[in-house]
């Protein structure tokens, strides 16, 4: 079983800047694709970006050149880089991990949630 606690949310003005982290905690086991995305209110969650263990990167268009993905494998940690952050962008951020290998059992799960991290951006 894995665990993902994100962390970093709050209010921001627009045009600033947030980091926001997802620490996963658990037994031993390996993720293959951790990704963010988000939910703003009366709205379907939203893919925002996706990073695999080999370190490829997936965003959505409206992202793209301000928004960055990363992995700390050490630290079973990703994090999303939020530059440039507009009104509309308000919504719960969360962080998923899917295919994820137990090592001790060899087993995969799949499509893991943490509790979500709200961010606001004021105008």
């Known amino acids: 079983q894995v665990q993902l606690m994100e962390s970093g949310g709050g209010l921001v003005q627009a045009g600033g800047s947030l980091r926001l982290s997802c620490a996963a905690s658990?037994?031993?086991?390996?993720?293959?694709?951790m990704g963010w995305y988000r939910q703003a209110p009366g709205k379907q969650r939203e893919l925002v970006a996706t990073?695999?263990?080999?370190?490829?990167?997936n965003y959505v268009d409206s992202v793209k050149g301000r928004f960055t993905i990363s992995r700390d494998f050490a630290k079973n940690t990703a994090y999303l880089q939020m530059n440039s952050l507009k009104p509309e962008e308000t919504a719960v951020y969360y962080c998923n991990a899917d295919r994820i290998l137990d090592i001790s059992s060899g087993a995969y799960g799949y499509d893991y949630w943490g509790q979500g991290t709200q961010v606001t951006v004021s105008s």
């Open positions: 990073i695999t263990t080999g370190g490829r990167k």
């Open positions: 658990g037994s031993r086991f390996s993720i293959n694709v």
